[in-house]
């Protein structure tokens, strides 16, 4: 790989180390893994957490619906 999934695993397991899931806020993978993650799934859960990421992927979906 291109050495981007060292940021990912760290990326998931700060996560899972969040509390209840909500993420950390706005460039939370610059402060807190010191790069950028590269992945735009990857830095919605990491910045927004789980509701962040479920609303992300719904408003795809929508735009994929109705558009």
Not at 27 to 56: C, K, M, P, W
């Amino acid at each position: 790989l291109t050495g981007r999934d060292r940021a990912w695993s760290e990326a998931i397991n700060i996560f899972y180390d969040s509390f209840v899931f909500v993420g950390y806020g706005f460039q939370a993978d610059r402060l807190l893994i010191g790069e950028h993650v590269h992945n735009t799934y990857l830095y919605s859960l990491l910045t927004a957490g789980l509701i962040g990421l479920i609303s992300f992927i719904f408003g795809i979906l929508l735009y994929l619906m109705f558009f």
